[in-house]
């Protein structure tokens, strides 16, 4: 079982993403609606958390990029995949972390996570549209 936690302090991008991850067999979603909350939820998640999926630009005084930065820190091996409405800057190049610039579709979102953890998703449960089953393996801390 892999361990995405997403952070975005907009609802509709929060709720996009973990839609679009939520029906893969063997990935289990987390949600905070900015840095704060998520460094509760990965703090109080016991596993391994193998890709944080984040906003650059958050209230709640922490970016993404320092939500990464002390996520890395207790967590060495965790992946990172940037997202943001903004162009890419060079400080962002220079970390060796994937980005995602937004708006982006499903598959965008799907391919970039992939290369970010270096290897293929398996394909999405049956009866799951956009990832709307009924069924619960996301918990979201939004605000």
């Not at 990029?65 to 220079?94: C, H, W, Y």
């Not at 449960?125 to 605000?143: H, Q, V």
Request: include cysteine; hydrophobic fraction near 45%.
């Amino acid at each position: 079982m892999s361990t995405v936690l997403v952070v975005d302090d907009d609802c509709m991008i929060l709720t996009f993403c973990a839609s679009v991850l939520i029906d893969i067999k063997g990935i289990n979603v987390l949600q905070a609606g900015d840095g704060v909350k998520a460094l509760e939820v990965a703090g109080n998640h016991r596993g391994a958390i193998d890709l944080l999926i984040t906003d650059i630009t958050m209230p709640g005084g922490l970016t993404g990029v320092q939500l990464a930065q002390l996520l890395i820190a207790k967590r060495p091996t965790m992946k990172v995949l940037l997202m943001s409405g903004f162009n890419q800057d060079e400080s962002i190049t220079n970390l060796g972390w994937h980005f995602l610039p937004k708006p982006f579709a499903p598959a965008a979102l799907l391919a970039n996570i992939e290369a970010t953890l270096g290897r293929r998703l398996p394909p999405k449960a049956a009866g799951g549209a956009l990832g709307i089953t009924g069924r619960s393996n996301s918990r979201s801390a939004y605000r």
